[in-house]
């Protein structure tokens, strides 16, 4: 049988509206989906995911079949064009609303906050669904916003026939409630782990702009804000100066894992081996600049010979210096030849005998 044969000529003349603009629908589908991605990138948003479906010829006649005469024309389905955005974090969806309030004209009468619906099984349905019209397209489409997690949760919740219709047995039903209670407080702590991150960021900036390194744990956060105000930068200078080369720029993140493993557990303590090393890591670099006519340094020159400089002056010899280049560059054979001859070549600078 004819998936159309139960409908009736209205019901048929809307569908066969769909056949005729269904090239409109397209067309809107790829300017909706392209004016999402750019405004969520211009404003910083991170999606997991933009998705997007026009109902199927099929879907729509079993729509009008159910409840056809709810609609005098295709104008009044407003889910023939369906948009999904899948969020993150759970703080993250308004911010996609507020975006796409500013983008679109929401039908506020027919959208639906699903979030306020709290049920014990409408964790994977507590979607923001937003109604909207766009300039040029008459008609209305959809617009879903949920996480990833309420995104996954109602796709196997929708697999296991749960939200069917059929009843299943209790013991069953009051696992699958436990399950999406549990995936509820993960959102909710994914949320607030970031919020907390992102308050733990803003005091470390403060400390380390205000100076109180010795205030500051050494973390990746806190030694990407040390890196920004270049606190090696004078020791490249100088360093540099003795060929007048060009220092040439590059990532000093790796150098966490070495300042760590010497010891340093503050930007307090780094800057201190700055402060006592400087001139020892100058007369490193002096030694071996003046056997070459190098005139491009890395920005890498300045803390590597600081840190070998202070290595040495802690009476940690080759040893040191070869952990200090395991450290760097992973374990290999050519660290215990580097680091021999850097000793024996500091052996004799000042900075060794004072």
């Known amino acids: 049988m004819s998936y159309t044969a139960n409908l009736d000529p209205h019901c048929l003349s809307i569908l066969q509206e769909y056949k005729d603009k269904h090239p409109q629908f397209e067309e809107a589908e790829s300017k909706v989906i392209s004016l999402l991605k ?26 009008l079949e159910r409840k056809g005469q709810k609609y005098k024309s295709l104008a009044d389905i407003t889910d023939v064009l369906g948009i999904r955005v899948i969020t ?17 004209e929401v039908d506020w009468e027919n959208s639906i906050d699903k979030r306020k619906i709290h049920t014990i099984d409408s964790f994977g349905y507590v979607s923001l669904h937003y109604v909207c019209s766009m300039e040029g397209f008459p008609y209305r489409f959809e617009v879903q916003m949920r996480t990833v997690l309420q995104h996954a949760w109602a796709n196997l919740d929708h697999d296991t026939g749960y939200k069917s ?21 993960i959102d909710e702590e994914f949320s607030k ?68 493993g010497i010891g340093c557990n503050t930007l307090g ?31 890498s020159v300045g803390p590597q010979n600081l840190c070998i400089a202070y290595i040495l002056k802690k009476g940690w010899g080759k040893g040191g210096v070869r952990y200090f280049f395991d450290l760097l560059n ?25």
């Open 38 to 63: 750019h405004t969520f990138k211009d404003a910083g948003l991170h999606v997991a995911s933009v998705e997007s479906r026009i109902k199927t010829e099929r879907s729509l006649a079993g729509k």
């Open 165 to 185: 219709g059929v009843e299943i047995p209790k013991r069953y039903l009051r696992s699958m409630s436990r399950l999406a209670g549990m995936l509820e407080l």
């Open 88 to 104: 993150y974090y759970i703080d993250d969806v308004d911010k996609i609303a507020t975006a796409i309030e500013r983008m679109f």
């Open 193 to 260: 782990i970031r919020s907390e991150l992102t308050d733990y960021r803003r005091k470390i900036q403060k400390l380390v702009s205000s100076g109180n390194l010795d205030e500051v744990p050494l973390d990746l956060d806190s030694f990407r804000s040390f890196l920004e105000l270049e606190p090696f930068k004078q020791i490249n200078k100088k360093i540099a100066a003795v060929n007048q080369a060009e220092i040439q720029e590059v990532s000093l993140l790796p150098y966490l894992a070495v300042f760590k």
């Open 269 to 299: 303590d780094i800057q201190n081996i700055i402060n006592t090393s400087f001139e020892g890591a100058y007369q490193i670099a002096c030694y071996q600049m003046g056997l070459t006519d190098l005139d491009i340094v890395s920005s």
């Open 330 to 354: 992973g374990k290999e054979k050519s660290n215990e030849i580097v680091a021999e001859m850097i000793v024996e070549q500091a052996k004799e600078l000042p900075f060794m005998n004072q």
